[in-house]
């Protein structure tokens, strides 16, 4: 196949719209400063339809003996492509703030409500406990209650 | 975490996940703190953290949420996000565990 007559800025494209999905739950969200607002996926999102937009005006453009099967590719990987980023900005932007209010939830000065769970070893413990029994060899100035959604 | 603990502070994960989960996360993580198995969501449920059908399969689960109790019980700081992938980070907490006596 000739190397010329490869739409390069479409494949490209594509596989940089997968790139910048991927990358942000395999790398970026390890880090506060890209996790919080995905602007290093987003822009490689704007690079990636930059990249398909040229790609496309390649496929179309008249004579440049491109094959028939140039255009449905083109019409097909940058769909594709613009699924991709639409799928993220729902997934980073959109879903992820579908969270209940709680707005019933302690707050600031208020006291805890005690409770009992089971530790990792099925052992009931006691949220007085927790303050009071030592951490490293000391009565804990605190307790950090951390409040995850489990089964990832 | 291991910073907290040198502050003083003792981390306790919670979640509807049953022991076992919990304990399989906890070692493949390398976490040494407590984390707590709520699986029918009571205290969840009573803290007002619940997402109903969220989980994977539609489970009720937690929504991210930290609290910060001094060592009376008393909250002296929270994070409720409003988006999952934004999550506290340990240097705030450390900021406000500095102030607890």
Avoid: C
Wanted: aromatic letters at 12%; zero cysteines.
């Amino acid at each position: 196949m000739n190397i010329r007559r490869l739409n390069w800025p479409i494949w490209a494209g594509f596989l940089l719209s997968l790139i910048a999905f991927l990358s942000y739950f395999l790398v970026f969200v390890w880090f506060p400063v890209t996790r919080d607002f995905p602007w290093v996926n987003l822009l490689l999102f704007v690079l990636a339809t930059a990249l398909l937009l040229v790609g496309v005006r390649r496929a179309f453009a008249p004579d440049r003996s491109r094959p028939k099967l140039s255009k449905i590719a083109g019409v097909i990987l940058t769909s594709l492509g613009l699924a991709i980023f639409g799928l993220f900005v729902f997934a980073t932007l959109i879903n992820a703030r579908r969270l209940p209010s709680s707005q019933s939830a302690p707050q600031i000065s208020q006291k805890a409500p005690d409770f009992t769970l089971s530790d990792t070893n099925g052992k009931p413990i006691s949220l007085s406990e927790l303050l009071a029994s030592p951490v490293k060899g000391k009565v804990p100035r605190g307790v950090l209650l951390v409040f995850y959604r489990g089964y990832w | 975490m291991a910073r907290l603990e040198e502050a003083g502070i003792r981390p306790v994960a919670i979640s509807v996940d049953t022991p076992e989960e919990s304990r399989n996360l906890r070692q493949q993580a390398g976490y040494t703190f407590t984390f707590l198995s709520d699986p029918k969501a009571e205290v969840i449920r009573r803290y007002d953290l619940l997402h109903a059908g969220a989980g994977i399969e539609g489970q009720d689960v937690a929504r991210p949420a930290e609290f910060l109790l001094d060592s009376s019980g008393t909250v002296r700081w929270l994070n409720l996000t409003e988006n999952y992938w934004v999550r506290a980070r340990p240097e705030q907490i450390l900021e406000v565990a500095k102030a607890l006596q």
